[in-house]
């Protein structure tokens, strides 16, 4: 009995990622480097893969910061222009993966596909993250709701990073 009560009250008064500033250590974990325009996928302490991005056509346009993914969605609708999802016309792709980069609760920024595929590696976005769609659905397939987004425009590399946000040590 002690051991449960020992239990609840350490999962009751501890900081619960995602509401944390960082991960915890072995969580997944998003590094997005504006410079490179390269994307980091972290998990379980380490970087897992490196995927090659398209970022805002000026540096203000992709916000910087630590934001959360809270919202997912397959074949998203693209509102701006009334297209439907899965249309070859839609250039989210087949996959988004939204963030609360300037409290807009995940609608307006994200990580996503794209339909032009020759734009990934440039500055071109109104400020979302565009990958190639075989990219962001392999992505997408791996984060939970919750997972940690830090975007930055500097000269660090991934490595350095991932240890100054607590992702890896």
Known sequence: MKLFLS???????????????????GDPY???????????YVNYGAIQEVYPIATGVTA????????????????????????I???????????????DARKTEGRIYGIHGTNNEESIGKY?????????????EE????IPLGTKVYIYAKDLNFDTVAKMKGAIR
């Open 85 to 99: 999802g899965g249309s070859k016309h839609n250039p989210l792709g087949t996959r988004w993966l939204g963030f």
């Open 60 to 83: 203000d346009l992709t916000p910087e910061g630590e934001y959360t993914i809270t919202v997912k969605a397959k074949d998203p609708y693209y509102r701006k222009k009334d297209i």
């Open 7 to 25: 239990l609840v009250i350490a999962v009751t008064l501890s900081p619960i990622w995602p509401l944390g500033q960082n991960p915890l250590i």
């Open 139 to 142: 992505l997408f397939n791996k």
């Open 124 to 136: 071109v976005s109104n400020g979302c993250v565009r990958m190639h769609n075989k990219n962001v």
């Open 30 to 40: 998003i590094i997005i480097n504006k410079n490179t325009n390269e994307l980091a």
